[in-house]
């Protein structure tokens, strides 16, 4: 059992120092809630200075690897997830809150950077930022905060990265001692990321009554690792549930933004380490207290590298102009339903187990998704199509489920192709076609949309000093500088062998 000092030294190794709060603090906590107070709502006012003004809370949950579709209030009618709709009924949900890259490290990158991958260094996984990017727990330190992360780091290096550290069981005690000082926090699960939960027949969810979005091949196989999946989403479900009724006890709900997210979409194809949107678009709640309505829903498009920006905001500050994010504090207040008008992503290796190169960039608007495969010759691999060590040939047995099919079903033999090998241009009509299935990119009709989305691209790839900007005859040079091996030489040795995937 640790004591509250153990957390207090933690605090000192880690980031700022924790000591109680004191005179200059005291004056810091009165001048930053009169700047809160300000855009309070008329009728929070009376309540507040009531109570004793302080500058609010911010709390963002990750989790690993949450699909959008795998919650009862994004739409599931067959996982339970009580505590995130729970959430969901008190606060805002946003339908188009999207990462930059549907992988850990660069997701959680500009999470904590508010700079896309490019821009920030961190964009394969496991890689780390550039020296000299500065991150969350710097901007919002210097704001009078207290910046901890509970949990999964997956972030490099982590000098770069000042938290205070803590472990997830020592929340409940973090929360007691960091008493009347603002803190942000981040609580990162490792769920439900794989290895799924597997329980006995009976136990868990049915493989009969899963959903198979449209996108996936539906075979036996498929339907049990769905099944196990969703019996870790119900494992994240009960962690969320702890960690809302621990805040209410330390009497911290009603002054704390509290937001939780996934870092990246479910980890099966089409969907983690792809820019569609089963990879790209996440769930994200937002829940406020008095300063955000109850059960709202919001369409405003939103990027992970907003969010920094907007905990600047909510402490009080504000972000450089440099950072690729801005604040959608207003989106979250209600005073604004939009925010982006176009919302970019970026992919170009796993860099890990069975990872091949195949970079890919895309451009999303409110109607229609652009993507850009940049090595339409390549072979798309990862641990799913391939196992942890290509020269086993350990395929995940759903994959290998779907490749026996593609034998004899049309819809197989697409899919495994698609998944594998991809044409340079993708156009989808998210409207009429949400899961991306048909391909309009050489559709005449949509030539002028074409154009127009190239150039946005473009513009976005230039913006962010993207080395392959002119495309593949760089592709080579941009791989040596990146350090990632190239799996089509035959018996290549890869640099690194994790113990996760991502
Ligand atoms: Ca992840």
């Not at 000192?12 to 809630?33: E, I, S």
Request: glycine letters at 10%; proline letters at 7%; one cysteine or more.
């Amino acid at each position: 059992m640790k004591t509250e000092s153990n957390v207090s030294n933690r605090g000192r190794q880690g980031g700022r120092p924790c000591a109680r709060t004191g005179r200059r603090d005291f004056l810091r906590v009165l001048t930053g809630g009169a700047v809160a107070m300000m855009s309070l709502p008329r009728g929070a006012f009376a309540a507040t200075t009531a109570k004793a003004v302080r500058k609010p809370n911010m709390i963002l949950l990750l989790s690993d690897d949450h699909g959008i579709l795998d919650s009862g209030c994004y739409g599931s009618k067959v996982v339970r997830t009580p505590n995130i709709d729970r959430l969901a009924g008190e606060g805002m949900r946003f339908r188009r809150a999207f990462t930059g890259t549907a992988m850990c490290t660069p997701s959680r990158s500009m999470l904590y950077t508010g700079l896309f991958p490019h821009r920030n260094g961190a964009h394969r996984n496991h890689s780390a930022i550039r020296a000299g990017v500065k991150t969350l727990p710097q901007y919002v330190s210097e704001l009078g905060y207290r910046v901890a992360l509970a949990g999964k780091k997956h972030i490099k290096p982590i000098k770069s990265f000042p938290f205070e550290f803590l472990k997830l069981n020592e929340l409940g005690e973090y929360l007691r001692e960091v008493g009347t000082e603002p803190f942000c926090l981040v609580i990162a699960t490792h769920d439900p990321h794989g290895p799924y939960k597997k329980l006995p027949p009976g136990k868990g969810y049915d493989p009969s009554g899963v959903n198979i979005p449209p996108y996936l091949v539906d075979t036996p196989e498929t339907r049990q690792i769905i099944a196990d999946y969703y019996n870790s989403v119900a494992d994240l479900d009960r962690q969320v549930g702890v960690y809302l009724d621990l805040l209410r006890k330390r009497g911290l709900e009603e002054n704390t933004l509290f937001i939780y997210a996934s870092d990246n979409g479910t980890g099966f194809p089409f969907a983690k380490w792809t820019l569609y949107d089963a990879g790209l678009n996440l769930p994200f709640i937002a829940r406020w207290p008095g300063r955000i309505k109850p059960g709202v829903v919001t369409d405003a498009m939103i990027s992970f590298v907003d969010v920094l920006p907007t905990f600047m905001e909510v402490a009080g500050g504000t972000a450089p102009k440099t950072l690729d994010g801005r604040s959608f504090l207003s989106v979250v207040e209600g005073k604004k339903g939009a925010h982006r008008d176009l919302i970019f992503g970026t992919h170009t290796t796993r860099g890990i187990i069975s990872g091949s190169e195949f970079p890919i960039r895309c451009v999303r608007t409110k109607t229609h998704k652009y993507i850009r495969n940049l090595n339409p010759n390549g072979t798309f691999t990862n641990i799913l199509t391939h196992g942890r060590s290509k020269k086993k040939g350990g395929a995940a047995a759903f994959w290998k489920s779907w490749l026996r099919l593609a034998d004899r079903d049309s819809f197989a033999a697409e899919r495994v192709k698609l998944y594998q090998h991809r044409p340079a241009e993708e156009l989808y009509d998210l409207r009429t076609d949400p899961f991306e299935l048909k391909n309009i990119a050489g559709d005449p009709s949509q030539k002028e949309l074409l154009a127009t989305l190239r150039d946005e691209l473009k513009k976005w790839m230039k913006q962010q000093g993207d080395p392959l900007l002119p495309e593949i005859e760089r592709l080579r040079s941009y791989f040596s500088v990146c350090e990632i091996p190239d799996v089509r030489t035959p018996d290549v040795k890869f640099r690194t062998q994790r113990s996760e995937n991502g």
